[in-house]
């Protein structure tokens, strides 16, 4: 293949004329694509070399060896090269010696542009007759030789990686800024281009472009452009990233893994890496982590981030690579480093900022029983000191995963710093605490005077409330299973737990598939575990539910009280149980389980927060005061018999004084009376004084009581739906009602409110809404008082003034101890008689 090519020079008058201008070309080379190349070849020389200079001096004027892409997409290969006078003796003249690759056309054998540099091929005159003598092959020049540019790579080792970072963002295409190289000769920078094109996809390498040198960086349109420090400046300039080779490097580190191992790899003289990687894969030299596997595998020291990405790309790839690779990338991943050491700075519990522990540890995770032992032991050494050491993740490792010298050689070196790690109280302990206790395990490093307490430290974990402790994971639940004595201690601790918290256990681990079934004992535990599987939903019969909570435990509540109070607080967690149901327990299991257990109390909490529609709360109440005389607290014993004699009213039981012994119960209670258990009683005294017939000395005794309390309750019992129902059909229960109400005038101001209320309020209306025969009914009822009451009826119920009158003064008397006499024929009771 012979390529076109086009000689550029002052040249004296001729057919073409004088000038500038191209003194020889190949035939078929169109006008186009010449107006293009001229724009292209020029070369002016620096300005700091001599104007005149001599043969010796004119070595020294830099080549200008560039490679543009034209406007037909083919390249421009051009070397301009300063001649000093030219024809005419005028100073300024240079020579440009071009060839033209069409579109998808290469160099003879396939060699790149920049291998072109200096060859012999090209000329530094006008060859004779005007016509280019064919070129087949461009031998390349000495300078770019391997031995070569690794020296020189290594005499830029400290600028190399920042470089290959922008020459990646230039090839990628994510930053378009050309890179500007500033060096004292255009051969150092055709060095820097010949290790480009080397890092570089070999198709990309083919397509970059570049000058070694031009006086005017900001008029270059090449993606790599060289100039020399007279050149003029362009670091000002936003479309330029400047790598001035002339001063001191920047000495900021390169964040860019691929530009750091490309760096490395120069500099460790192993360049025929890039062209394996090729070779071997395609073209991804381009790709960090395979690069670096290669680099790692021949030997090549790298940093943490560079080993974390060969890491990454060897998890993935592992079937790909031969045995003898990854063999010998599997010896330097797991060979020791300085960041190893236990006092680098490092995030606590976490990873180091690289990712390499979690890429070796998900490498291991891959090759983990895939490949012999012998082979990956030293990776899982590796990775396992890591996680000891706080710098990674813990790895899950079994039986097979170490060699007998290996783990020997783990256990004399990592046994204080793995129990350490094991109790140390900063760490979530179901998390790397209870991984490092399985390799605790799997280096026979003996924990067991640990598990006391870093089993607590799990158990309060599991069933703490803020924040939410979290149900039981795999890793704990497989631990359980596989190491009976950390089950022991955590059912131990969890069952203590559950006796003093059984609803938040419960709440925690029900259901958890936490395996409580495998050993004996821990009751409280196995009711939380397992009892809302044994009830089924919430709900329903909850003595039913309390039974089958009891059976999950294992044990009689009888052999073990406790487990009684456990299971009550299952059932009843919020609100303690109905009275029925507290009456229901204390028969069915008898005073000394409730004794024993410490539920009494529990008992009498129902029967004091039992709501007035309860109607057992009374009986319970009876009870407890039979079956706990000399035990129930001081504060508990005179609402409990407040309660008992709400159920005595109405009875045989129920005695004499009922204001009085309620009263004298409530007043003399050592703390104040639950709400609903004194509302109860006012309650049921109060319709009992509505009942006929009652002791004029009950009346009596709540009409100078002046208890506010029991006055309202009497109040609203004598305006319920019951008082109203019996008033409107039963005449005689309206007398009764007028006799009562009619009563101790002026005894007390609460009763005197009261009472001329209920004859204003209840009584009146009723009366005059009565049919004439049930009127004639009351007045005969009141005829047989006797005693004036029928004519202080007929006043009271007389229309008008007078009647308001007559309804003041009506009463049975007022009590004045200054008198003997009383008015009309009423006297206040003697000896409690029943009128």
Same mark, same amino acid.
């Not at 390249?75 to 033209?100: E, I, K, P, Q």
């Not at 400046?233 to 080779?245: I, Y």
């Not at 009942?691 to 319920?720: F, I, K, M, N």
């Given at each position: ?59 020294? /004027? ?77 031998? +390349? ?22 470089? /290959? ?325 955590? /059912? ?29 004992? /821990? ?53 303690? +149980? ?258």
């Amino acid at each position: 293949m012979s390529l076109a090519q086009l000689h550029y020079t002052s040249a004296p008058p001729g057919p073409d004329g004088s000038g500038f201008r191209f003194t020889a070309v190949s035939a078929g080379v169109p006008a186009t694509l010449l107006r293009e190349a001229e724009q292209l070849v020029g070369y002016e020389p620096p300005r700091d070399l001599p104007d005149r200079p001599d043969t010796e001096q004119l070595k020294s /004027f830099p080549k200008a060896f560039s490679c543009t892409e034209l406007s037909d997409g083919g390249l421009l290969l051009c070397r301009s090269v300063y001649t000093g006078a030219d024809y005419s003796g005028r100073w300024g003249n240079f020579h440009a010696h071009a060839v033209h690759l069409p579109p998808g056309t290469r160099l003879p054998d396939g060699v790149l542009p920049i291998t072109a540099w200096e060859s012999p091929r090209w000329a530094d005159t006008t060859p004779p007759g005007g016509r280019p003598e064919p070129v087949d092959r461009f031998e +390349p020049s000495g300078l770019l030789r391997r031995d070569g540019l690794v020296a020189f790579a290594r005499s830029r080792a400290d600028r190399l990686a920042a470089f /290959f970072a922008d020459l990646r963002a230039l090839a990628d295409g994510s930053d378009v800024r050309q890179i500007v190289l500033v060096e004292r000769d255009s051969a150092d920078v055709a060095q820097w281009i010949a290790l480009a094109c080397t890092v570089l996809p070999r198709e990309q390498a083919h397509r970059l472009t570049f000058t070694t040198y031009t006086r005017r960086p900001q008029q270059a349109r090449q993606q790599i452009v060289g100039a020399l420090p007279s050149s003029e400046p362009v670091g000002h300039d936003h479309r330029f990233r400047v790598h001035d080779c002339t001063g001191r490097a920047a000495g900021e580190p390169v964040a860019d893994v691929w530009a750091d191992v490309c760096a490395r790899i120069w500099t460790a003289g192993r360049p025929e890496l890039f062209r394996d990687t090729a070779r071997d894969v395609g073209d991804t030299a381009g790709e960090a982590g395979r690069l670096a596997v290669a680099a790692l595998a021949e030997g090549v020291a790298l940093p943490a981030a560079a080993r974390a990405a060969a890491s990454r790309w060897a998890a993935e790839h592992a079937a790909e690579l031969p045995e003898p690779t990854l063999t010998a990338l599997l010896g330097e991943l797991a060979r020791a480093t300085g960041e190893d050491d236990g006092n680098a700075p490092h995030a606590h519990g976490g990873d180091a900022g690289d990712g390499e522990p979690a890429a070796l540890a998900a490498l291991l995770a891959r090759l983990d029983g895939q490949v012999p032992t012998v082979v990956s032991a030293p990776l899982a050494a590796r990775v396992l000191t890591l996680a000891v050491r706080r710098r990674g993740p813990v790895p899950t490792l079994g039986a097979g995963s170490l060699t007998p010298e290996v783990r020997g050689a783990l256990a004399r070196d990592l046994a204080p710093a793995l129990r350490h790690a094991v109790a140390d109280p900063a760490e979530p302990p179901t998390g790397r605490p209870l991984a490092l206790l399985h390799l605790a395990d799997l280096l026979d490093v003996d924990c067991t005077d640990l598990l006391p307490e870093f089993a607590g430290r799990v158990a309060r974990e599991l069933v703490r409330t803020e924040p939410a402790g979290a149900a039981p994971g795999a890793a704990l639940l497989d631990a359980v299973h596989g190491h009976p004595a950390l089950r022991a201690a955590l /059912f131990g601790a969890l069952d203590a737990l559950a006796a003093a918290e059984p609803a938040v256990v419960a709440g925690r681990l029900a259901g958890s598939g936490l395996p409580v079934a495998l050993d004996p004992g /821990f009751p409280h535990l196995r009711m939380c575990v397992l009892g809302d599987a044994a009830t089924g939903p919430a709900g329903g019969d909850r003595r039913a539910r309390l039974r089958a909570v009891l059976h999950t435990a294992g044990v009689s509540p009888h052999a073990e009280p406790a487990v009684l109070r456990t299971a009550f607080r299952l059932v009843w967690p919020d609100e303690p +149980p109905t009275g029925e149901e507290a009456s229901l327990l204390l028969n069915e299991l008898g005073s000394d389980a409730h004794r024993l257990a410490g539920t009494r109390d529990l008992l009498v909490a129902a029967a004091l927060a039992a709501p007035a529609e309860d109607a057992a709360a009374p009986l319970l109440a009876a009870g407890l005061l039979r079956c706990f005389t000399a035990e129930l607290a001081p504060a508990h014993r005179a609402p409990l018999l407040l309660l008992e004699f709400a159920a005595l009213l109405g009875t045989d039981g129920e005695g004499e004084n009922w204001v009085e012994r309620v009263r004298a119960l409530r007043d003399g209670a050592v703390e104040p009376v639950p709400e609903q258990v004194s509302r109860r009683v006012y309650d049921a005294v109060a319709c009992r004084l509505l009942t006929v017939p009652v002791p004029e000395s009950e009346l009596y005794a709540l009409a100078r009581s002046g208890d506010t309390e029991l006055l309202a309750a009497y109040e609203r019992a004598a305006r319920g739906a019951a008082v109203a129902e019996r008033l409107r059909t039963a005449p005689s229960y309206v007398a009764a009602r007028f006799c009562d109400w009619s009563a101790y005038q002026d005894t007390d101001p609460g009763w005197e409110a009261t009472r001329t209320t209920l004859l204003a309020k209840v009584l009146r209306p009723v009366v005059r809404a009565l049919p004439e025969e049930d009127r004639a009914a009351v007045e005969e009822e009141l005829r047989r008082t006797g005693r004036g009451r029928l004519d202080a009826y007929r006043a009271w119920n007389r229309p008008g003034a007078l009647g308001r009158l007559a309804g003041r003064l009506t009463g049975r008397g007022r009590r004045d101890e200054g008198r003997t006499n009383w008015p009309g024929d009423v006297r206040p009771p003697a000896g409690g008689g029943a009128r």
